[in-house]
């Protein structure tokens, strides 16, 4: 990439909330895999006369998103009506949030690690805004016609936008997957890419440093990609659009206003819709709904737990577990929670055993992490399991020291080079006699055994 | 025998097995093909009625959804719609051993003040048929003053009760924003819709009330409030301070002043103290609601968009195109704050208006309207001809405050009903009821009520 070009990346983020039911009415929000038109009523299908009655639990949960991002939450909010006509929208208006979201002003912090010389770094990216709206219905299109199931309509969904604070696709898929995390730990959302319960719209434009207009600080133009289903696909879409808009800037050209789509099979963009105009959507406060109003002490009310990132804090600094394995094990909420619920019952178990074992949490960790024994086990399974591949192995005297005898006799000349002093010549011994006895016993045994022989 | 007897006397009747549902039922049938056709009252009648239910008839204006029951709203676009729920007021009547007995006609989606912008023909004024009945619940307010129904629901964004009930001769009562569920009613304004009973008594009007108030889950704008025994606290005689403004008398027939400053000295009689008070002039309420109301309405009608309900948007009438495209410009992007926004503020200060007259006096009298009945066809010469027969109801519906329609005397001239309205404060039907039921014991309505039915013997 020309150092004249810099991405400028934001991030429009939606979130399907798992609330039982919908976000205007009472019906299931479990909609995958239904029949279609099976989860509707007079509300979600926009029938005349019908009105929405808007979900507390889903306000909630906007607000424990909001804070759990670091947001500022607006004790004042309201719904707003968004209009455009689309066959799968049946009021002709999204109920949505416009000028008074119910959160504003939050960050989401990443840690990078620089794999030369293994120094963390924290960067943070800024969160403008969340706002909850309904979800629309889904088109499916066939031979025979198009069809319109409402089962998805009026789902609560979650809108998260960032500053465009990005400049590169590996952050912004290493955002995305610890806002993943997140919402996951906030247990609101599965945040599926696939099951479309997560979906994101990246808008990417390129900015000229070398550009006339010596205080522009963001290019005036936006693509903005849809339909893009997985983390991967957004790197590549965010790669390719940032190749794409610089060739189109290298030849004095400024890229259009669009919104294109993401081919999947090609790994290319396409364009779908010039946006030139910005869209007039005709805002104005949803008449049906009173504002939201909240107090201090109810916002207070709403308790964000622990963040993967503070668990990885923790794990390091209470623990004494390496930052590589804490940040595996904090990945999933129910993993991290196997951990500690494993580590709390060895540490009791070895205590009774009057084992002494260095750095137990450690020892659990690389095992979790390598997956040397399955987390599919009850935790006391697992502890027995660890215990005994702990356990000081059993070992054939007689066995070791025939292959010992046989190892050296072999290879005389590596005892020589030890006894000249090349000291490393004793882990080829070592290694030898580990093979023959197919790893049943410790390096650390076998290694006194064959010193205490050379220099007998 | 059932000629002119109110609702609660009906049930009375029934009650004491002085006469069957099925009866009064088959009674109001005939009545419906007797008239009907010459008023143009019911747009669907309902002759599901089973015979082993207790069950008094109620005439139902055709923008509630009725479960099986056609509703159109007066408009071409539902001309087929079936609604497969009940709105929460029909909800709550049926439970209360109600039979809807059909649906009345209206200004298609409640546009209008006279029913002629129905898709399916105007009601004719059952007190003269080459007149309006008034609207948009004309044929609610026709079907109560023709005895096709001993009652009937309206429902009101700014006058649409009160002022057809005023040119029919009939009770109509517009209750507090939120008193009444929404659910199930086509909305108009939704910021403004309020459904109401239109009858022939007070006690009518109070019992239904009662039945059809109150918070319902499914609409988020009703309130908590308590419900009061509107029927019950009727018979207290209350003394109440009532204010009058010079503002709502500009422009208004003498007759119906006359009426008016008759009304003001029984009331002194009455023992009530009459207030001059100082309101904004309603012609600030024009503007507000003009906005507010297309605003509201190109986004109501935004859902009829061709892919469902089987007609497309050709079907709009050409008062709903009008709507729509005003509407729309008011909220364009770049508008919103010239219009939408202002007339929101402009709202609150005639909100704020209100409660200072409120901290004076209980309640506000004046005329519904500035004239009696008008022709048919008439309203073709006013492009904003709702606004200006409603222009004294329009300032009390966008406060959001009670307000009752009652018929004092006719005119002179033509022998046209004259309606005095009593706005009151907030939740404070109960007083505004109150005072109309003294009103009517005192002088009968001037026997406007008793001199309609003659004209529809049985």
Not at chain 1, 288 to 307: G, H
Not at chain 2, 61 to 71: E, S, Y
Not at chain 2, 237 to 247: H, L, Q, W
Not at chain 2, 292 to 321: C, H, M, P, W
Request: glycine content about 6%.
């Amino acid at each position: 990439m020309s150092d004249d070009y810099k991405p400028v990346i934001g991030l429009e983020i939606h979130i399907e909330l798992k609330t039982s039911s919908k976000m205007f009415c009472q019906c299931s929000s479990f909609y995958f895999g239904k029949s279609p038109n099976t989860q509707v009523c007079p509300v979600c299908l926009g029938l005349p006369g019908a009105l929405p009655v808007p979900n507390k639990k889903a306000i909630d949960w906007t607000i424990l998103i909001g804070k759990a991002l670091n947001c500022r939450i607006n004790s004042f909010s309201k719904f707003d009506r968004k209009h455009y006509f689309y066959p799968d929208l049946p009021k002709g208006y999204q109920i949505s949030q416009y000028d008074e979201p119910i959160a504003v002003n939050g960050q989401i912090e990443i840690i990078k690690k620089d794999k030369s010389n293994n120094v963390f770094s924290k960067k943070i990216f800024r969160i403008r805004r969340i706002h909850l709206e309904e979800d629309t219905g889904k088109l499916i299109h066939s031979k025979n016609g198009t069809l319109i199931d409402f089962n998805r309509s009026g789902v609560p969904l979650v809108e998260i936008v960032t500053e465009p604070d990005f400049d590169n696709s590996n952050d912004v898929k290493q955002f995305l997957e610890e806002l993943q995390v997140i919402i996951r730990y906030l247990g609101v959302s599965d945040a599926d890419m696939e099951k479309g319960t997560m979906r994101m719209e990246p808008n990417i434009s390129i900015l000229n440093k070398k550009s006339k207009v010596k205080s522009q600080k963001l290019p005036g133009y936006k693509v903005e990609v849809k339909n893009i289903n997985s983390f991967r696909f957004v790197k590549k879409a965010i790669d390719y659009e940032i190749k794409r808009q610089i060739e189109i800037l290298k030849e004095g050209i400024t890229p259009l206003q669009e919104t294109r789509g993401f081919d999947e099979k090609k790994g290319v963009t396409y364009s779908q819709r010039k946006k030139e105009e910005a869209s007039d959507y005709r805002y104005f406060p949803e008449p049906d709904i009173p504002p939201l109003v909240f107090s201090k002490e109810y916002i207070n009310s709403i308790k964000v737990p622990e963040l993967p990132l503070q668990k990885v804090e923790r794990y390091v600094s209470s623990f004494g577990i390496r930052y590589e394995e804490a940040f595996i094990l904090t990945r999933d909420k129910n993993l991290a929670d196997y951990f500690e619920n494993i580590d709390k019952k060895f540490k009791t178990k070895i205590s009774n055993l009057n084992l002494k074992i260095k750095n137990p949490s450690q020892i659990i960790a690389n095992y979790l992490v390598n997956k040397k024994i399955s987390s599919q086990l009850s935790a006391d399974e697992f502890i027995n399991k660890l215990i005994e591949n702990l356990k000081p192995k059993e070992v054939d005297k007689n066995l070791l020291e025939e292959v010992i005898n046989k190892v050296l006799k072999d290879n005389q000349k590596a005892v020589l080079d030890y006894k000249k002093g090349k000291t490393n010549a004793i882990m080829f011994l070592v290694g030898q006699v580990m093979k023959e006895m197919k790893g049943k016993v410790e390096a650390r045994m076998v290694k006194e055994e064959i010193e205490r022989r050379i220099n007998q | 025998m059932l000629l002119g007897k109110s609702l609660t006397e009906i049930l009375a009747l029934i009650k004491n097995k002085k006469i069957s549902s099925k009866e009064v039922i088959d009674y109001f049938l005939r009545r419906i093909e007797k008239y009907n056709p010459k008023l143009n009252v019911y747009l669907t009648v309902n002759r599901s009625w089973k015979p082993d239910k207790i069950e008094v008839p109620i005439a139902v204006k055709d923008n509630f959804c009725t479960c099986g029951i056609r509703t159109t709203a007066s408009s071409k676009v539902l001309e087929n719609f079936i609604p497969p729920y009940e709105s929460t007021v029909t909800k709550r009547l049926i439970e209360s051993s109600f039979f809807i007995l059909g649906k009345t006609n209206m200004d298609a989606w409640a546009h209008g003040s006279s029913t002629e912008t129905s898709d399916f023909g105007p009601t004719k004024n059952p007190w003269d048929l080459s007149r309006c009945s008034g609207g948009s619940s004309g044929g609610s307010a026709a079907a109560v003053s023709s005895y096709l129904a001993p009652a009937a629901i309206g429902s009101e964004t700014a006058g649409s009760i009160r002022q057809p009930a005023s040119w029919s001769g009939v009770i109509g009562l517009k209750p507090t924003y939120g008193r009444v569920s929404r659910y199930g009613l086509i909305a108009m304004a939704s910021s403004l819709d309020c459904p109401g009973p239109m009858t022939l008594t007070t006690e009518d009007a109070a019992f239904i009330l009662k039945i059809i108030a109150g918070k319902d889950k499914f609409d988020a704008t009703t309130t908590t409030n308590e419900v009061p025994d509107y029927l019950a606290s009727l018979k207290k005689k209350k003394k109440f301070i009532i204010g009058v403004t010079d503002e709502y008398l500009n422009g208004v027939d003498e007759e119906i002043k006359e009426a008016f400053y008759q009304l003001m000295k029984i009331l002194e009689k009455l023992g009530h103290k009459i207030k001059k008070i100082r309101l904004l002039p309603p012609k600030y309420s024009i503007s507000v609601y003009t906005i507010i109301q297309r605003a509201e309405v190109s986004s109501n009608l935004a859902r009829y968009d061709g892919i469902r309900y089987g007609n497309d948007r050709t079907f709009f009438g050409s008062e709903a195109k009008k709507r729509i495209m005003l509407g729309t410009f008011v909220l364009s992007y770049g508008y919103y704050n010239d219009y939408y926004k202002k007339a929101q503020k402009v709202r609150t200060l005639i909100i704020e208006d209100f409660k200072k007259a409120f901290h004076e006096v209980d309640m506000i009298l004046a005329p519904t309207t500035p004239i009696a009945a008008l022709k048919l066809g008439e309203f073709e010469k006013y492009p904003f001809f709702g606004e200006l027969m409603d222009v004294l109801a329009e300032p009390g519906a966008i406060a959001g405050v009670c307000a009752i329609s009652f018929p004092f005397g006719l005119t002179k001239k033509e022998n046209l009903p004259i309606g005095l309205q009593l706005m009151g404060r907030w939740f404070e039907e109960e007083n505004i009821l109150n005072l109309t039921y003294q009103i009517e014991k005192e002088t009968d309505f001037l026997g406007v009520i008793k001199k309609g039915l003659k004209n529809y013997p049985d």
